[in-house]
């Protein structure tokens, strides 16, 4: 297992279709990620990482770029459920609503 994961902000963008590179659930999903919404969960999450401006190739026409987290033991699948579940949270505090489970 490599020390690091890549992770395309498209892989979280409720506008895409699993098609074209969506890889969470409609539920965990959320509209136009943004780099400084996955920065601020990475630093909660206590994750090394950074942003890198470049295009996803299934939707290249979208400014998306992705986030490299470094020195990660667990494995991909379950990373992106939790960051999911974290930008699900951000965003609905930044809208001041209060999220049920």
């Not at 098609?19 to 909660?44: M, Q």
């Not at 459920?81 to 930008?87: R, Y």
Request: charged share 30%; hydrophobic share 35%.
């Amino acid at each position: 297992m490599p020390d690091y994961h890549i992770f395309w902000l498209a892989y979280f963008d409720c506008t895409l279709r699993r098609k074209y590179g969506r890889r969470v659930p409609l539920d965990l999903c959320i509209d136009n990620p943004k780099p400084s919404e996955f920065i601020e969960i990475c630093k909660k999450m206590g994750l090394d990482c950074e942003y890198v401006d470049k295009r996803y190739p299934r939707a290249w026409y979208k400014p998306y770029g992705y986030i490299l987290i470094k020195g990660v033991t667990v494995k991909k699948a379950d990373l992106l459920k939790a960051i999911a579940k974290e930008l699900k949270n951000l965003r609905a505090k930044s809208r001041g609503v209060t999220q049920q489970h």
